[in-house]
């Protein structure tokens, strides 16, 4: 069975950068998509885009296009979010989640998670 | 893109049957069959039990089912169990994908 194994908790100051891995243990991403997703403190889930990693190909939610960037690695089956000028409100839990090409919005199998605080 | 609507919570004795709403606009739920929904339990990732308005992945029990009239698609838990008590999220795509507001299930 497939995994999504998500790099560790991050601390980081306003303005600065972070990169988040996640790695397809157990298997490849052939045949899928991979999404980031965040949820801040006791808030919802929020899609920030999603890449085919095959293709090399990303798309962003509006609210990210121009501060995100996703990207992939398919040799080893690794795929990235970075997040750049980060403030407070970037603190949250990022999830990827792997969805199947032929379908939209079907995350059938999620990371743990990486907590990314935004601290002074 | 705004989020789909949903209740802030629902509640209900075990078993019982409760309902979620998911209400979006004729832009997304009301014009797309890609309506998924996921439970997250506290400090857990979200899992993925009904795709496709009304499909149900293997290993999801068959208590969940989903629905969709016009511009709301609808979560059914039946026969309430107290694992049931999570958060519950929609999720749909036309263009881009939308995830609803959230909605807290309370099991009495």
């Known amino acids: 069975q497939v995994q999504l194994v998500q790099s560790g908790a991050e601390v980081k100051k306003p303005g600065s950068s972070v990169k988040v891995s996640c790695k397809a243990s157990?298997?490849?991403?052939?045949?899928?998509?991979i999404s980031w997703v965040r949820q801040a403190p006791g808030q919802g889930l929020e899609w920030m885009g999603r890449?085919?990693?095959?293709?090399?190909?990303?798309n962003y939610a509006q609210k990210f296009r121009g501060r995100a960037t996703i990207s992939a690695d398919k040799l080893t089956s690794s795929a990235y979010m970075e997040l750049n000028s980060l403030r407070s409100e970037d603190t949250a839990v990022y999830y990827c989640?792997?969805?199947?090409?032929?379908?939209?919005?079907?995350?059938?199998?999620w990371g743990l998670g990486t907590m990314v605080t935004v601290s002074s | 893109q705004s989020a789909l609507t949903q209740p802030a919570s629902v509640s209900g004795s075990p078993g019982q049957s409760i309902t979620i709403s998911c209400t979006g606009t004729?832009?997304?739920?009301?014009?797309?069959?890609?309506v998924s929904w996921y439970q997250q339990h506290p400090d857990k990732a979200p899992k993925l039990i009904i795709y496709?308005?009304?499909k149900r992945p293997s290993g999801v029990s068959n208590r969940f089912s989903g629905s969709k009239s016009g511009n709301t698609a609808s979560l059914t838990i039946s026969g309430l169990q107290a694992e049931d008590e999570a958060d519950y999220y929609c999720?749909?795509?036309?263009?881009?994908?939308?995830f609803g507001t959230g909605a807290k299930v309370t099991v009495l």
């Open positions: 989640a792997r969805d199947p090409l032929e379908s939209l919005g079907v995350f059938d199998i």
């Open positions: 157990g298997g490849t991403f052939s045949s899928y998509t």
């Open positions: 890449i085919i990693p095959m293709l090399g190909i990303a």
């Open positions: 004729s832009n997304d739920v009301g014009s797309s069959n890609l």
């Open positions: 496709d308005v009304t």
């Open positions: 999720c749909s795509y036309v263009g881009s994908i939308v």
